[in-house]
């Protein structure tokens, strides 16, 4: 961490936006050239997604999670404080997913599919990397009488106790969280503006939770919570910085390695600032691009018909022949004012 900087975390947050966003503008061109130059044909396309992604798409490279993640990480390392358990409990998932999703990219790329690490050992390792989180932050907060309390929001001081049954809770939402955002990299700049937008309204949160605020809002307060808001502050830049190479006509890909990241370090910042709930009204678009895709999956396989022309949802729309910008467009609205809704729960005093 700088010695000479103010201990103000808005102005830290701002000082790690920027650093992010200056390190992947500055970088971007030269990483997509050595990925162009060293994963040959690119990310293989999926024949049964759309077809028309087959011409579009083809030989772009993958793996641009990377850019947001050395971005995000470099910047988060000098502007946050490293004294800050929650700080670490985050960086370890958004580390450990990220390596998860760069082994699968790493296989696609190499062995030229679209389908390389079972889907049973992605559980179990996202699963056992989401317990050792959890536990660390359990941890943290012993001894508290809110310590396995789930908030309700929108509701005031109503809250459920769930005990021990809170670990393996906070632990699906974390998973859950990761591959929802995985599904919803599907077409260029939708899942990293989604993500620029959720971790927005978590910034915000999570600086209100931990700061002399919280009372205001009607929050439970979360011990050095508000550290958070910078790092997600230096996501936020990441994302800006990769969305600059990423928008329509992609130049490169986030991969497995940006989204299962991203999703697993959102659903871990959820848990540390105790608004797991809030977190499907705020990414209401990633439950619902999962959702879609479950439905799809499972009425199929009884009926042998579809839901959906084709599932994730956003290429149901494409298949209705919405341009690819327009929906990407019209899903950052929706995420949008998702994000204002969850936020409106801060200090709800109804009920």
Not at 268 to 292: K, Q, W, Y
Request: include cysteine.
């Amino acid at each position: 961490m700088l010695t000479f900087m103010t201990d103000l975390v808005p102005v830290r947050a701002l000082w790690a936006f920027f650093t992010a966003l200056i390190i992947a503008l500055a970088v971007g061109s030269r990483f997509i050239e050595f990925c162009r130059h060293h994963q040959g044909k690119g990310q293989p396309i999926r024949e049964s997604g759309p077809q028309s992604h087959l011409q579009t798409k083809k030989g772009t490279p993958t793996m641009g999670g990377l850019l947001i993640i050395g971005a995000s990480l470099t910047s988060a390392l000098l502007w946050c404080r490293l004294d800050n358990i929650h700080l670490w409990s985050c960086l370890f998932v958004y580390l450990a997913y990220a390596a998860i999703g760069f082994t699968d990219d790493y296989l696609k790329v190499t062995k030229n599919t679209s389908i390389t690490i079972s889907g049973k050992l992605r559980l179990i390792l996202e699963f056992t990397i989401s317990l050792a989180a959890v536990a660390a932050v359990s941890w943290l907060n012993r001894g508290q009488p809110d310590q396995f309390e789930l908030n309700i929001p929108y509701f005031t001081d109503l809250s459920l106790n769930l005990c021990w049954f809170y670990i393996p809770f906070a632990m699906f939402v974390i998973v859950g969280s990761a591959n929802s955002v995985n599904l919803s990299d599907g077409l260029d700049g939708l899942a990293g503006g989604l993500c620029i937008i959720a971790f927005a309204a978590f910034m915000i949160i999570a600086y209100l939770c931990g700061s002399d605020f919280y009372a205001y809002f009607n929050l439970s307060p979360v011990f050095q919570s508000s550290e958070l808001a910078v790092l997600c502050a230096a996501v936020i830049g990441g994302c800006a910085g990769f969305l600059w190479f990423n928008a329509p006509p992609a130049k490169i890909f986030m991969g497995d390695t940006g989204s299962l990241a991203l999703g697993g370090l959102l659903g871990m910042i959820a848990v540390c600032t105790r608004h797991e709930i809030i977190l499907a009204v705020i990414g209401g678009i990633f439950v619902i691009e999962a959702l879609s895709d479950i439905i799809q999956v499972f009425w199929y396989k009884r009926t042998k018909r579809r839901v959906f022309l084709m599932a994730p949802i956003h290429h149901h729309f494409e298949q209705l022949g919405w341009k690819e910008t327009t929906v990407v467009l019209r899903f950052w609205l929706v995420g949008l004012m998702l994000a204002l809704l969850g936020l409106a729960s801060l200090g709800w005093t109804g009920a």
